[in-house]
């Protein structure tokens, strides 16, 4: 597991405190571990294949939970999915349905060929790969309701937050510095013994 710098994430996920606007997209297939941690979490969800799947396909795959910041179970979600590359987290003024049917349409994509393939876009690595590339019509089609996006970076101490802002993408990044209590600890000793 990778350290998660919650200082600097909690803020990007609960900007106004504790609300029902942040979520996590997770990817089933990426880990073994997500959808029994989703539903021991007891968060709200919703997987984004609807219909009777047969168990090996659920546990492959996308969930929409909804996050409470309060919720020990969201603490032990971040800890598990931050820096492993779960899936991406996001801020939406809108209900678990609504983020729901929003990201079914973006499920299924076509190539050049017109061949219709999974797009798994959901994937860290994936969307911060993709938002850069495209065209305003595009970014208005991923983000929808979505008022940002929180992504791991390719390091976990790394975080990129993406906005639509009217067709243009907004993209910021935050790297979380990893206090040195050694040598903190050696300087005021330093000070203390001169």
């Not at 929003?102 to 076509?110: D, E, N, P, W």
Request: charged fraction near 25%; include cysteine.
């Amino acid at each position: 597991m990778a350290d998660v710098p919650f200082a600097e994430l909690m803020p990007r996920l609960w900007p106004a405190g504790d609300d029902e606007q942040t979520f996590a997209l997770l990817d089933g297939a990426r880990d073994p571990d997500v959808l029994p941690t989703i539903v021991a979490s007891g968060l709200p969800s919703q997987c984004l294949y609807v219909g009777d799947l047969h168990p090996s396909l659920a546990r492959v795959a996308p969930y929409v939970v909804r996050l409470a910041r309060t919720a020990p179970a969201t603490q032990d979600l971040l800890q598990r999915a931050w820096g492993e590359s779960w899936g991406v987290f996001l801020r939406a003024p809108v209900g678990l349905g609504a983020l729901h049917r929003h990201f079914r349409k973006l499920l299924r994509v076509q190539d050049a060929r017109g061949r219709r393939m999974l797009f798994r876009f959901y994937d860290p690595r994936v969307l911060r790969m993709y938002l850069p590339t495209c065209l305003p019509a595009e970014l208005d089609a991923v983000f929808g309701p979505v008022e940002r996006f929180v992504i791991e970076g390719d390091a976990s101490a790394r975080i990129l937050e993406f906005r639509n802002q009217r067709g243009v993408l907004a993209q910021s990044e935050v790297r979380a510095e990893k206090r040195l209590h050694w040598l903190g600890d050696y300087l005021r000793k330093e000070r203390e013994g001169a």
